[in-house]
Each structure stands twice: as structure tokens, then as C-alpha cells.
């Protein structure tokens, strides 16, 4: 992910779906583990695409937003909201400690919001930073994003297979 030209890393923000990190790494990678069993996959790529950040934006300040565990206020409005979806993978729960471990030690903020998915977190958080004048990269595979694009609010989805990743403007 290169940094476009036009913009300062004085002036912009950088909110990464962490959530949607964690799985695309855990998916990504084959299972790797410790010598002792314990799994190591997801962290791994995790702190792989956080670094690539890290030097691609080295001033920025950088929020990584994760899920908060059990439901949230979207369960509460409708009872089957994502009941089609699998649990977490019993290998990959232990990985997100160690993550989030990782990305304090290298400077990341942590955000994880009770009842609240990382989705909405970032939304607000991307308008908040707008409204403020910075510019905002939110970087995630989800295409939902796309209706927060705005001339000062971009988004970076992760090109999969080597590709480059694709920049959403206005």
C-alpha cells in the first residue's frame, strides 16, 4: 500500500479494521504454531500488515478497531443479525491477545467498543476525524465502507494474491 502523494502524514488518520485483519491473516496464512502448540498464523500476518503500515505512514497516528466480544446493539434490533455466521475458530481465540499485545508495543491504539461493532466504530470515528479536518484512510476489505468515502475520507482494500491494494475516493 503506497501512500498517495498528495497527502501529509501531519494531516491524516489511519483506522484499520482490525477485525477484518485478524481473519483475513488467520485465512491467509497456513496454521502456523509455536514449538509448545501455541497458534501463531493470524499473528503473523497481523504484524506484517501493521508494519507495511507503519512504514508506508510513519506519521500518522494509526487505530487499529476490533470487535468487541459477544453481542451488540445490532443483535438487540434484530435477533438473527449474522446468525448464519460461524463462531470464531477455536485456534484463532487464543491469537487475539498476542495481537493486540503487538500492536500497543509498536504504538497502535487499541479500540474496542462494548455492544458496539468495529464497523460502526470506525464510521463514527472516520466522520469525527473528518469534521476535524484531518484526512482519513480507512483501511478494510469491506466494501460497506464505501458509503463513508467522501474527498476527505479514502478507502484501502487490501488487493488479495499479490495484487495491489484498490484506493476508493470520491
Not at 500518522?60 to 463462531?87: C, E, L, W
Request: net charge negative; with cysteine.
Amino acid at each position: 500500500m503506497a501512500k498517495p502523494e498528495s497527502t501529509s502524514d501531519n494531516d491524516s488518520v489511519i483506522l484499520v479494521d482490525g477485525s477484518s485483519y485478524v481473519y483475513r491473516a488467520y485465512h491467509a496464512l497456513p496454521p502456523l504454531s509455536t514449538s509448545t502448540g501455541q497458534p501463531t498464523g493470524a499473528v503473523r500476518g497481523v504484524t506484517t500488515m501493521v508494519m507495511r503500515i507503519l512504514e508506508d505512514h510513519p506519521d500518522s497516528p494509526v487505530g487499529m478497531i476490533f470487535d468487541a466480544k459477544g453481542s451488540t446493539f445490532r443483535h438487540d434490533m434484530y435477533d438473527q443479525y449474522k446468525a448464519n455466521r460461524p463462531p470464531m475458530p477455536d485456534d484463532l481465540r487464543p491469537q487475539i491477545q498476542p495481537i493486540y499485545d503487538i500492536c500497543e508495543a509498536l504504538g497502535l491504539k487499541i479500540f474496542v467498543v462494548d455492544n458496539v461493532e468495529a464497523d460502526d466504530v470506525i464510521g463514527f470515528m472516520a466522520k469525527k476525524a473528518e469534521e476535524k479536518g484531518f484526512e482519513v484512510y480507512m483501511m478494510t476489505p469491506d466494501k460497506d465502507f464505501g458509503q463513508l468515502v467522501s474527498k476527505q475520507v479514502k478507502m484501502y482494500r487490501p488487493g488479495r494474491g499479490g495484487s495491489p491494494a484498490e484506493v476508493w475516493g470520491p
